[in-house]
């Protein structure tokens, strides 16, 4: 038991090595033992070379940054779906498009893909369609609810038809013109301004003048 | 998977992709190999949102997938293909030098999409091209279409793998996912299509009526929202094809300081002749006679074939063995060494590592540990007191600059025991570099840089948020007053809305920004340096 500490003490910190061998010599101070781990930001000996400029590095630079904030919009860039809400609200029906869980906003060629990664796509075309029936997760009443959603469905397929023919005659290309241009020329049901409200449940034909999407 | 490797790649994805998409490949990253449900349960996120992100990350290829025999699929991710999202600039601008406007925006659609079938790109680009042209211009698809073929002659995009063709026996079930497969010989075979038309722009009144009429007939011949003709046919970008044209770059722009500009327009020009011929990770191009140098060397230069001779044979005397000499047949045949690595032990010091790492050396630790550094390569091991007396620098700074570097691995001890009881007082103990783990440990680094890098720019962006959301709210306002003709001391006022100190911060901040961003491409730089020399010695038997 007392043979434990028997090398301490004698001569300062022996190793198994010569240490002259090493470059340690006699009687040299070695560096005092380090009693804490290095410090978080070690204090800066040199400074970095300076960046090279240029117009190449410029170029990439811009185009650093424009990716990125292209990425953003792109359908690629996967945003959590808005939360339920815990009332359905009339409102909600005008809503614009959120993200939403159980769809994929760009359509992917499925038969590259592994079947069970297949998810419902969703077009993104605002108010051009008749909108889905929201699935009823609470069981209601069946017939009543059921003749509800019918009459409502009619009342939106009127007035989606008469859009439906408007953009038909416009053809493609000017979205956000068209979208003017048929809000003042049909009669709306209601005082709000149909392209800002949008409940995002839209199911329907290809729509074939969205740029953002990648048409196959 | 080092740690720094993986946070590097969650940043990359969290930027580009969210945060969902992140989580999933972190979990690949993490744990491997997985199938759907384990990862559902591991990221905690809803099935439909993983199975969007496993679809964004297939698209893109930074994941892929397999049929395992029990029937389930395992998808895997690849990380070394997400860290090259850093490198996606550098690709987009070399295209762009090599091939023009159509070259960097077919490059970048392929890149922002994953893989493209070729139609699309072309419309995609010749669209883009269109908005950037003056009133009443196109771009017309053919020019676009030419420059695409080209890329695919030279290799710089190539096809994706394709599904193969189903038998159509309904007794088969369908596998799970399809095995993707495609010949070699296919890659880069462009499918004959004609493609008609031009770019269309999104905002313009004069071009209303051509666009409904030329869309109108396209619609009936069954052209955009139809099946394309080359359905099935998709396109990606052929990052190994832009690594081994920066190496060529690097190559040559090494040849030219060493020796002189003529050298490395010899070695340039011998190396744009072996573009498609030589395999990837070969180590050297295939022989070319000086005959064939000679008549491919490029127009503006005019130097004799026996002057091409005495240039060729000082390249190969060079003890960096640039190129080799290979042959006597037709003038005598010549090689481009384009392997990095080490090769024997005995090789001399590769060209472009090591000024890296010296230069690295010479910034972080001064211009005497560089020297040191320099000696050690040179003379591959040496003492304590060698390495005082070769470097000229006094004992106590050399040993204090050896110690150093030993703790940051860049040099090691190598012991050579005089006697078999290996006694200490009774041994050689040498330094050496060990080239290999200097670099492993310099590319460790060099992947923490990045990350840091972007976590700080994120914070600065995090910070200012508050004052860039006001900053964009006052630019709309200004754009909207401007569009509808507002007076200028009405614009002034809101422009004023942003006060003074403010505008500061905001310089500050894109000042500081773009810093970053600056220097995170040019960390990228040493980070292709080092990775090809990792590689390249790695397939060395």
Known sequence: LSMAGRGRGRGRGQMTFNVEAVGIGKGDALPPPTLQPSPLFPALERRAAPLPGGEEGEYMLALKQELRRAMRGLPYFVKPGAPRRDIERYSDKYQLSSPMDNAIDWNPDWRRLPRELKIRVRQLRKGRTAPLIPKQHVAVDKEETIKKLESLEKKEEEVTSEEEEEKEEEEEGKEEEEEEYDEEEHEEETDYVLSYFDNGESFGPDSDDNGDEAVY | ?541
Not at chain 2, 91 to 120: N, R
Not at chain 2, 124 to 153: I, N, P, Q
Not at chain 2, 396 to 407: F, P
Not at chain 2, 511 to 520: G, L, P, Q, T
């Open chain 2, 1 to 541: 998977m080092t740690q720094a490797e993986l946070r590097l790649c969650s940043l990359l994805l969290q930027e580009h992709f969210g945060e969902i998409v992140e989580k999933v490949g972190n979990s690949l990253l993490r744990t491997g190999p997985r199938p759907l449900r384990l990862l559902v349960g591991d990221t905690g996120l809803l099935p439909d949102q993983v199975k969007k992100a496993l679809c964004v990350l297939i698209q893109h290829n930074l994941v892929w997938y397999e049929v395992q025999p029990r029937g389930s699929v395992e998808y895997e991710a690849r990380s070394e293909r997400i860290l090259r999202i850093l490198r996606y600039p550098r690709y987009i601008y070399t295209a762009k030098t090599l091939y023009g406007d159509p070259g960097e925006l077919l490059v970048e659609e392929l890149l922002l999409h994953g893989h493209l079938p070729m139609s699309c790109a072309v419309a995609r680009v010749a669209d883009r091209l269109t908005e950037t042209m003056e009133d009443g211009k196109t771009m017309d698809y053919a020019e676009v279409s030419s420059t695409f073929v080209r890329l695919a002659d030279t290799h710089f995009i190539q096809r994706c793998p394709i599904v193969p063709e189903s038998s159509r026996s309904t007794k088969v079930p369908l596998p799970p996912a399809p095995a993707l497969a495609i010949a070699e010989k296919d890659m880069y075979v462009v499918p004959r299509l004609s493609l008609v038309g031009k770019g269309k722009r999104r905002h313009s009144c004069n071009e209303e009526e051509e666009g409904e009429h030329a869309a109108k007939k396209q619609k009936q011949e069954g052209g955009s929202s139809e099946t394309p003709p080359d359905d099935g046919i998709y396109w990606q970008v052929n990052l190994e094809r832009f690594h081994q044209h920066f190496r060529d770059q690097a190559l040559v722009s090494a040849t030219a300081s060493r020796m002189d500009q003529t050298s490395s327009e010899v070695v340039r020009t011998m190396l744009r002749m072996s573009e498609v011929t030589t395999a990837s990770g070969a180590s050297h191009t295939q022989p070319l006679s000086s005959n064939e140098i000679f008549r491919s060397l490029p127009p503006g230069y005019n130097i004799g074939k026996q002057v091409l001779d005495q240039y060729l044979a000082l390249l190969a005397d060079d003890p960096l063995e640039f190129v080799g000499k290979s042959g006597d047949s037709g003038g005598g045949t010549y090689t481009v060494k384009v392997m990095w690595g080490p090769g024997a032990s005995w090789a001399p010091p590769s060209p472009f590592l090591h000024p890296s790492l010296i230069r690295l050396l010479l910034r972080r630790f001064g211009s005497r540990c560089a020297r040191i550094f320099r000696l050690l390569l040179r003379k591959k091991h040496l003492e304590q007191k060698q390495v005082e007396d070769f470097a000229m620098i006094p004992a106590k700074e050399a040993k204090d600059m050896l110690y150093r570097m030993l703790s940051e691995n860049l040099v090691s001890l190598q012991e050579i025991p005089k006697t078999p009881d290996h006694a200490p007082s009774r041994t050689f103990y040498l330094y050496t570099v060990n080239v290999m783990a200097a670099a492993r440990m310099l590319l460790h680094r060099c992947y923490k840089s990045v990350a840091n890098l972007m976590e700080r720019r994120q914070h600065e962006m995090r910070e200012n948020k508050r004052l860039l959301e006001k900053s964009q709210r006052v630019e709309a306002i200004l754009a909207s007053m401007q569009a509808t003709g507002a007076e200028a001391s009405q614009l002034h006022e809101v422009e004023e809305m942003i006060t003074g100190p403010e505008r500061q911060q905001l310089e500050n901040l894109k000042r500081n920004v773009n810093k970053i961003d600056a220097s995170e491409n040019q960390v990228d730089e040493t980070i292709f340096v080092l990775e090809s020399f990792i590689m390249s010695t790695m397939k060395t038997p």
